[in-house]
């Protein structure tokens, strides 16, 4: 029996070190998964995140903050369009009676834009002319939203980056003026694993940045004297809409926007002449609750 026990012991060590050295830690009964077992598994939870997803959208009351922010902005900005009975191809195309559609029934059904993306939210309220009265921001963007103004602020509490933006011959006199003021500016562009990523910018490809990137895009955050939170005084508009709506002089003739996604869509609207821009105020918690405010 000993002699047993010898030889299993050192079958066992040897199939150790073998599935240590040769297979990478995946034989039968080692340390981890097979590449195949392991993909299998990847997919069964994609699978399992995909089902809640839709049982939580199917069980959510129409207009839940965020109810269908989970498929994706293309797929939100579609399901957005058909659901006011109007033809994606002709929003697209930027065709009147299409548009109509979409503005007047998010204006007879406000509290519906709230289950879209942010993204998607925020340019129906533009379309609707609703602004931003009643507007939902879903807790995990609040969260997202927080920990990005504080990630900016940390920039900025270094002494030599913070005299460097005040001091810059080629920022405006505003910039200058809100950093002394206590004011952190926020902006997001590029993806986390550029090359050479922008010091300034936030990666948009992290968490829930894509839905704040289009939709808030940059601003100025401002610390509230009473508690932990941030306030964000700012408006939706486009600089290449017509002047009437907010735009830049020229900006609507000089502006060459293609609609390859739906971001763009929005912008080829707003530079026909679509929607009314609005200004809005945004106080987020370190919690993630957020409440908005039209002014």
């Known amino acids: 029996m000993e002699i047993f026990n010898k030889l299993f012991r050192k079958a066992t060590e040897t199939y150790r070190q073998a599935d240590e050295k040769l297979f990478k830690g995946w034989l039968p009964g080692g340390g981890t998964a097979s590449p195949i077992t392991a993909a299998s598994q990847q997919a069964q939870r ?11 959208e199917r069980d959510a009351a129409p207009g839940t903050p965020g109810r269908f922010a989970g498929e994706g902005q293309v797929m939100n900005a579609l399901r957005a369009t058909t659901s006011a009975g109007a033809n994606p191809i002709g929003l697209v195309l930027g065709d009147k009676k299409e548009v109509e559609k979409v503005a007047s029934y998010y204006k007879a059904n406000p509290e519906l834009q709230n289950q879209y993306d942010l993204n998607t939210n925020m340019m129906l309220r533009y379309l609707s002319g609703t602004g931003a009265k009643g507007m939902k921001v879903t807790p995990e963007v609040g969260k997202q939203l927080y920990s990005d103004i504080q990630e900016q602020e940390k920039l900025f509490q270094d002494p030599e980056y913070r005299q460097f933006q005040i001091n810059s011959p080629s920022n405006p006199a505003y910039i200058k003026e809100n950093i002394l003021r206590g004011n952190t500016p926020v902006f997001y562009g590029g993806l986390s694993d550029s090359p050479a990523p922008h010091k300034a910018q936030l990666a948009t490809n992290k968490g829930k940045r894509w839905e704040l990137a289009k939709s808030l895009g940059s601003f100025w955050a401002e610390r509230q004297t009473n508690s932990q939170g941030r306030t964000i005084n700012e408006s939706y508009d486009f600089g290449y809409a ?24 929005g912008r080829r609207l707003a530079q026909q002449g679509y929607g009314t821009p609005f200004k809005y105020s945004i106080d987020v918690q370190p919690n993630g609750s957020v409440t908005v405010y039209d002014r």
């Open 46 to 56: 994609d699978y399992d995140i995909r089902m809640r997803r839709q049982i939580q």
């Open 242 to 265: 017509p002047e009437s709506k907010g735009g830049f002089k020229g900006g609507a003739e000089s502006a060459f926007i293609l609609p390859t996604s739906a971001a763009n869509v």
